[in-house]
């Protein structure tokens, strides 16, 4: 039961990407809630008329693309005039890491 911006229903109010809800309605339909949640809109949900939780999505952490780091590192290369060494100790720890590592298991997330 989602209504227009600005418009008021039952215990819903949404208004400027910002839903308030109470905390019965948003037992009814949490999933829905979650998926709003997801897709950028804030949830506010009252606890007799006063905000208690707001739900949003979590901020995505900030990462580096692989290709981007290697670009990086070319380009320091190029700066220097010659291609840094890595540690062989390093070197070695770092393939046994490669090399052992297991995919990420990203089913329990949904």
């Known amino acids: 039961m989602w209504?227009?911006?600005?418009?008021?229903?039952?215990?819903?109010?949404v208004n400027m990407g910002t839903i308030r809800i109470?905390?019965?309605?948003?037992?009814?339909d949490f999933a829905g809630l979650l998926a709003r949640a997801r897709a950028g809109?804030?949830?506010?949900?009252?606890r007799?008329?006063?905000?208690?939780?707001v739900l949003r999505a979590a901020a995505q952490p900030r990462g580096r693309l692989l290709s981007e780091s290697i670009a990086l590192a070319e380009a320091h290369a190029k700066e220097l005039g010659y291609e840094p060494?890595?540690?062989?100790?390093?070197?070695?720890?770092?393939e046994e890491i490669i090399?052992?590592?297991k995919p990420r298991d990203t089913?329990?997330?949904?």
């Open 22 to 28: 109470s905390e019965a309605e948003a037992a009814r």
């Open 99 to 101: 090399r052992n590592r």
């Open 85 to 94: 060494r890595m540690d062989p100790e390093f070197a070695a720890d770092l």
């Open 3 to 13: 209504v227009p911006h600005g418009e008021m229903n039952g215990h819903i109010i």
């Open 41 to 46: 809109e804030e949830i506010v949900i009252e």
């Open 107 to 110: 089913s329990v997330w949904d």
């Open 48 to 53: 007799e008329a006063a905000p208690a939780v």
